[in-house]
């Protein structure tokens, strides 16, 4: 099973198995994102979240030449750069998903229950890994 990089993997690395995986409350407005600065995968209930962490919302904000270069990814795509960044998560979790995501054969909103269910899925595996090795 190839591992599946950033935030996730480091939860299950250095916290407990309880406190590695939270489900959020309100599942359906559950949204997963890739960062815009460390292209890991985050869940987030807010619409316009872009960065996993404060450490990467500060990064994008000292160095412009970054944001300038995300906003026109978003822009030349004519959609919300939140938008672009939850599609991104969904394709690499859900590949499946990309071809009617773009022809808009489905709506994005659609796709949210399936697409976290691929990533507490994954998270799943990688802890029950971690458990059968003793690390």
Request: one cysteine or more; charged letters at 25%.
């Amino acid at each position: 099973m190839p591992e599946m990089p950033g935030r996730w993997l480091w939860l299950v690395q250095e916290s407990s198995m309880t406190a590695a995986v939270t489900v959020p409350r309100k599942r359906c407005t559950t949204r997963v994102i890739e960062c815009a600065v460390c292209r890991t995968l985050h869940v987030t209930s807010r619409s316009d979240s872009i960065t996993c962490s404060n450490g990467c919302r500060v990064a994008l904000h000292r160095k412009p030449e970054l944001a300038d270069q995300v906003r026109s990814m978003a822009k030349s795509a004519d959609v919300p750069l939140a938008f672009l960044l939850e599609f991104v998560a969904m394709t690499r979790l859900v590949p499946e998903l990309s071809d009617p995501l773009q022809s808009t054969d489905l709506e994005i909103e659609d796709c949210r229950p399936m697409v976290y269910d691929a990533l507490m899925t994954r998270v799943t595996e990688i802890l029950r890994k971690r458990s059968t090795t003793g690390d």
